[in-house]
Each structure stands twice: as structure tokens, then as C-alpha cells.
């Protein structure tokens, strides 16, 4: 049983952790995600990361708000997390979705909230890079892993190596689909699509993603962000493959081959 | 002597005239865009020149695909190169010379005048391939509903316009080269210049007597230089003004990580006074000043770049061929944005002229008469169309900034999101969950 502290617990023990993570909507709420939440935090913990959440101090980050355009929405969103964020003194955050990674390092600072952001992948690259995290070699060895851009990741934040670096580490076989970082192709979820039905045309757009990723003939389908990990599970599910084929972020992967 | 002086007069004439209309034209260009938000983006000007250098002087994103990429440096090149031939056609058309530079240049001018006709020539077969992945290929995008009509029509007439430019050119130089072989002597015709292309073309007028020859020259030399002055003028009325605004558009696109959107500032007021327990509720509003509208409706409301980039925007199609939406056969395609802004901007730009300088309500805006809800609300906000635009055209921000207009405004969301933001506001999740559970995950580990 792993013990996650709250800031507000740290605060009244007088500690103030290195890092906040942040949990995101999908990652506390949401079945699949939770299982993200969950595989990072043991990683987390694991490599003796000195990091607490906010718990239900957390509240969205407002950009399913403002990307539908109710930026009056985000904004209250925005200033209260930056209100309860600046009291507790934050200074780093670390989160594992994008969208929140997006908002919170790009968009809050001018509404007075300057913390250093990053995203999973890129602290869990950093962790192996100091040696603070090993990785056996083992389950992953020779699979074949295609890798799909987030948007808000790749082209909103030029954030594109660090995934692959994991994938390599994790000695898997890293195959490309036909359209990879700076021209990936959105898994359809992205400004505010996740939460309404899409509007017509022949096709919709995750299944056109994961078409996209089945032409690579992969093992797993490696997604860095809650939200395309839901739209490539339901293409996957779509086309029949879910028993053959596994969607899985990339801290699950490593929390699998560190057997955590 | 007066009539030996009529084609200067002539040309003098057409050069102030074609110079007259382009000025007209480029105040047109310049008031419309004027019509919009003025917003600053000269804050880093090394990041600013250094993208200019690279994306409109260097096409470094233009040949991200290199057939379209490559063709295009050279029609880029040729255009650029002979141009510098134009200076002395409008030289000699005013003074009443032929080929003034010869003598100041000598074996130089062997040399521009080589490298000009091969420009000319290798633009042809550009062009002509162009023509072929339009007309023959029939590249999906050059295809798609918004090129229907006017738009297919001009893009394929710049085509033939430089082949007929080139043409002329490359006759004018064929029949300059066969008066100074074949007759040496001939008055004005100088021995000068070097015609690798053209030299193919001056065996054809071997036997005409030396009038008709002179004819032929002096037709191409005319009709090639009204054809440059016409396609100036053409410029404005047509989609290819990218040759001159892909330069200030390059140098004013947003420098910030493209997934930061604007805050809008005067909602940070509004949610600063509310969130402040010091603010007193029952304050005097402030009736004078103006009441703010929240995003864009029409193109008044959106910013200068903005408009900019409407004008710039030379239907490529790059950015609908990328989009997810429009790939998955949603109505939505970028292009078609930044064309409808331009034509309602025009069009606004045209009411204006008609009513003395104030523009007066024509009961339509850029909202529903040219951009429908249902492309708005297809968006991903995902950017390939920013990635893709080889000129830095920004048409999400224009998206953005309209579903703002939509949501803020008319309250004209779909429902589902309406579901989605009301959660956010009761429960801090876009689901309907209880924020008090936001960690029990963490009870499961």
C-alpha cells in the first residue's frame, strides 16, 4: 500500500515536496485512466520521487472550457487552481495529460501562474537518465511499439523525442506510422471533442487513427495522453483487434517491465 | 521626332498607370486590414527576421514536400531572377534603348542574360507541371468544394499566365538573337547577350526579311511587359498576393508554442473583480465604456495578423489536405476559413468604397453567411493546419475566436458540451462526478 500524501497534509507536516502531480479529470475520474494514474505513481514512488497531489483541492484545468469556447469558464478554472497552487507554493508540476501539461505551462502563467511544468514522459526520461530508475530488460524486448503524437505534446509543445526515448529504453522496436510527430494525425478527442458526438462525415476520426496505427502491424499502440488512449482502445475495440493489440501509456509500460 | 517618341510616351504612359492601380490596390489591401484589432507582434525581432529568412526568403516549409516544395523554388527563383531583367526592359521602355546594360555589363551581361533564359525555361516546365497536377493528376485538395468555381479558374489562369509570359520572353530573345545573326548591321540591335533557349527558337526566322522580324520582337517585347504590368494589377482580385505578403506574414506569426491560445484580458478583469473579496458588489457599472464583445463574429473582430493572413493565403490546400476533420469528411477545411474571411473582408472593403468611407450594415457577418457552425464546432484544435501552412497562416486561431463568439455570446453550444461545461462549473470535471472523490484512486493501490 502506497501512502500518496496530499499538499495539504504536507503543508500541515511542514514538508513541501520537490513536485505536485497532477492528476487531471481523466486520471482521477475515469476507469482507464486511473490506471495510468496509478502505474506512474508507483513509478513515482518506486524511484523515491518526493512528490504529493492536490486530491479533491484539484479541479479542472479548463481546457476542454476554453478550446469549446467558454474561455469566462477557464478563467475561473485557471485562477482558482492558480490561487490554491500559489498558497501551497508550488513550484514544479508534473503531470500525464497534455491537455492539463498544455494549459498549465503555457496558458496560466500569464493569468499568475508560473510553475516549471512538465510531462510524465519527459520526468520519467529524466529519472532514467540519473540513473534514479532502472529498467530490467525483458517484457517488452522485440515487440513491435508504434507511437501515437498527442497533439498537445507534439506540434502544441515540440515535445516528441522524450516517448520515443522510453520506447527505446524499454529495448522494444519502435515502428513509425505514415503520419508521426510534427504531422501526426489527432486521435479525434482534442478541443473539446472528447465530450460531444462528432459532426458528420464518413468517417470518424479515431478510427482513421488507429487504421493509421494497425498498418504498422504492431504489438502495443504507446499513447501518452488519457484522451487518445480512450479514442485508439475504442478503434482498436472497433476493428477487433483489442485481444491481439494493447493501447498503453507509456507509465504503464515501464510499470509493467519493473513489474511494480 | 514627336511620333519617334510616341512608344516612350506610350510605355511612360502604362508604367504610371499599371504603378497607379497597383498603389490603389496595395491602399485597398492595406485599409481592410486595418479594419482589424490592432495586436503587436514585434517583440522578438531576431526570432521575427530569422523566420522570415527561412520560411518566405529559404521555403524551408514549402519543401516539407519536395515535388510541390521543389517546383515552387523554381518558379520562386525564376521569378526573383527575371525580374532583374525587368529593371532594363522598364529602362530601356522609357529611354527608348535596347538592352541598355549590355555595354556597362560586357561578358556579365552574357552571363545574366544565359541564366535568365534557362530560369525561363525550367519555369516552364514547372508551370506545366503544376497545370498537370491540377488538371491531370487531380491532386485531391486542388479539388475539394471551395475550389469549385472562381477559385479552379484562377489558379489554373496564373498558369497559363506565366507559360504565355515565359513564351513571350523566350520569342522576344529568339527574335533578338535572329536579327544579330542574320543581319548584323541592323540598326539598335546590338551584338549582346547569350541565349541558350532561345538560340533554338531564332532558326525559325531564318529567311524573313528583317522588318518582320523586328515585328515579331517588338510584339513579344510589348505584350511581355503589359503582361507583367496586367499581372500586378491581377494580384489583388486573384489568390497569389502570397509573392509579397508571404513576407510580412512570416515576420508577425505568433512565436509562442502553438498550443498557447490567447486569454482573452478582458475576461481576466471580469473573473479578477469577481474572485476578489475586497471588490464591492454594488458598485456603479461604468456605462461609458464600451460594452467588449467576446470573440468574433465578423472580421472587424478579428486582429490585423489575422487579416493578414487571409490575404496571404494562396489556397494550397496544405493545411485542409492535413486535417483530421476534413480528412475524415467533416465540412470543416482551414482553407475555406481563411478564403471566407478574405472574401467577407473584401467585401466589407467593397461596401465601404460604395458608401464614402463608412462601412454600413449589409445584415451579413463572416459568422453563418460564410463560416457555418458545424465546420466551427468540427475542429480538433489539433494544429496540423498551423504545421502544415508553408507561410505560417494561422486559421485555428480564427476558429478559436469564433467558437468563443459562439459560446459567450449566443450560448450556441452543443448540447453535449453545455453538459460538459456545467459539470466543470458544479463539480471541477467536465463529468459529472463529486470533486470530494478525485482521489480515491488512491485508495486502490
Not at chain 1, 223 to 248: H, I, Q, R
Not at chain 2, 12 to 21: H, M, R, S, Y
Not at chain 2, 34 to 54: C, F, H, V
Request: glycine share 6%; aromatic share 10%.
Amino acid at each position: 500500500m502506497i501512502k500518496v500524501s496530499t499538499l495539504a497534509e504536507c503543508m500541515a507536516e511542514g514538508r513541501s515536496p520537490e513536485i505536485l502531480f497532477w492528476v487531471g479529470c481523466a486520471g482521477s475520474f475515469d476507469e482507464r485512466a486511473k490506471k495510468i494514474t496509478k502505474a506512474f505513481v508507483k513509478i513515482l514512488h518506486n524511484a523515491g520521487v518526493d512528490f504529493a497531489v492536490l486530491g479533491a483541492e484539484e479541479s479542472c484545468s479548463g481546457d476542454p472550457a476554453k478550446r469549446a469556447g467558454n474561455e469566462f469558464l477557464f478563467q475561473m478554472q485557471a485562477m482558482t487552481n492558480i490561487e490554491i497552487m500559489n498558497a501551497y507554493e508550488v513550484k514544479k508540476i508534473v503531470t500525464t495529460c497534455p491537455h492539463c501539461f498544455n494549459t498549465l505551462k503555457n496558458e496560466y502563467p500569464e493569468l499568475g501562474g508560473k510553475y516549471e511544468v512538465i510531462h510524465h514522459t519527459q520526468l520519467l526520461r529524466d529519472l532514467l537518465d540519473d540513473g534514479r530508475m532502472t529498467i530490467a530488460e525483458g517484457t517488452f524486448k522485440g515487440k513491435r511499439i508504434t507511437y501515437h503524437d498527442p497533439c498537445y505534446l507534439g506540434r502544441a509543445n515540440n515535445i516528441y523525442e522524450a516517448p520515443r526515448e522510453l520506447i527505446k529504453k524499454l529495448d522494444a522496436e519502435l515502428v513509425e506510422m505514415k503520419s508521426c510527430k510534427s504531422r501526426g494525425l489527432c486521435c479525434g478527442a482534442g478541443g473539446a471533442q472528447m465530450f460531444k458526438e462528432p459532426e458528420n462525415g464518413k468517417k470518424d476520426i479515431n478510427i482513421e487513427r488507429t487504421e493509421q496505427a494497425l498498418e504498422t502491424q504492431p504489438d502495443i499502440i504507446a499513447a501518452g495522453c488519457p484522451f487518445c488512449n480512450t479514442m485508439l482502445s475504442d478503434g482498436v475495440k472497433n476493428k477487433e483487434k483489442e485481444d491481439s493489440l494493447a493501447v498503453l501509456d507509456l507509465a504503464e509500460m515501464i510499470a509493467t517491465a519493473k513489474d511494480l | 521626332m514627336l511620333l519617334d517618341l510616341l512608344p516612350n510616351i506610350i510605355f511612360i504612359l502604362l508604367l504610371l498607370t499599371a504603378a497607379g492601380f497597383f498603389a490603389k490596390n496595395v491602399g485597398r489591401i492595406k485599409r481592410n486590414i486595418y479594419l482589424g484589432k490592432s495586436i503587436d507582434r514585434t517583440d522578438q525581432p531576431k526570432e521575427r527576421w530569422g523566420n522570415m529568412a527561412r520560411i518566405a526568403l529559404g521555403q524551408s516549409k514549402m519543401v516539407k514536400r519536395p515535388i510541390a516544395g521543389i517546383l515552387h523554388v523554381v518558379v520562386y527563383v525564376g521569378f526573383i531572377l527575371i525580374n532583374i531583367e525587368l529593371l532594363e526592359i522598364v529602362v530601356d521602355g522609357i529611354v527608348g534603348t535596347h538592352r541598355i546594360f549590355a555595354p556597362f555589363l560586357g561578358g556579365f551581361y552574357n552571363i545574366l542574360i544565359a541564366s535568365f533564359e534557362i530560369c525561363a525555361a525550367l519555369v516552364l516546365i514547372a508551370v506545366i507541371l503544376f497545370w498537370c497536377r491540377r488538371n491531370v493528376i487531380k491532386i485531391q485538395r486542388f479539388w475539394k468544394d471551395e475550389m469549385k468555381g472562381w477559385p479552379k479558374l484562377d489558379a489554373d489562369l496564373i498558369l497559363y499566365f506565366e507559360v504565355v509570359l515565359m513564351g513571350l520572353f523566350l520569342t522576344m530573345n529568339g527574335a533578338d538573337l535572329a536579327i544579330q545573326t542574320y543581319y548584323p548591321d541592323a540598326p539598335h540591335y546590338a551584338q549582346a547577350g547569350s541565349f541558350p533557349v532561345s538560340q533554338f527558337i531564332a532558326p525559325l526566322f531564318e529567311g524573313s526579311d528583317l522588318s518582320s522580324i523586328i515585328l515579331i520582337e517588338r510584339i513579344a517585347w510589348w505584350m511581355h511587359i503589359i503582361g507583367i504590368f496586367f499581372f500586378l494589377n491581377y494580384l489583388y482580385y486573384s489568390k497569389h498576393l502570397h509573392i509579397l505578403l508571404a513576407f510580412p506574414n512570416t515576420f508577425f506569426a505568433d512565436l509562442r508554442p502553438k498550443g498557447q491560445f490567447n486569454n482573452n484580458a478582458n475576461v481576466t478583469a471580469e473573473v479578477q473583480l469577481m474572485m476578489d473579496p475586497n471588490a464591492d458588489p454594488y458598485a456603479a457599472i461604468d456605462d461609458s465604456a464600451e460594452v467588449e464583445k467576446f470573440g468574433a463574429s465578423d472580421v472587424m473582430d478579428l486582429n490585423q495578423v489575422q487579416l493578414l493572413n487571409a490575404y496571404t493565403c494562396t489556397e494550397c490546400g496544405r493545411c485542409t489536405s492535413e486535417c483530421p476533420a476534413n480528412q475524415t469528411g467533416k465540412k470543416l477545411s482551414p482553407r475555406k476559413v481563411m478564403m471566407d474571411t478574405r472574401d467577407r473582408l473584401t467585401e466589407v472593403g467593397n461596401n465601404i468604397e460604395k458608401n464614402k468611407g463608412q462601412f454600413v450594415d449589409d445584415g451579413k457577418q463572416l459568422l453563418g453567411d460564410y463560416i457555418s457552425h458545424e465546420e466551427l464546432w468540427a475542429c480538433t484544435s489539433c494544429n496540423a493546419c498551423v504545421e502544415a501552412c508553408p507561410v505560417d497562416i494561422d486559421p485555428l486561431s480564427i476558429i478559436m475566436e469564433m467558437r468563443q463568439y459562439l459560446v459567450m455570446e449566443e450560448s450556441a453550444a452543443p448540447s453535449d458540451l453545455n453538459n460538459m461545461m456545467s459539470n466543470i462549473e458544479n463539480n471541477g470535471a467536465p463529468w459529472p462526478f463529486n470533486q470530494q472523490d478525485r482521489a480515491n484512486w488512491a485508495q486502490e493501490l
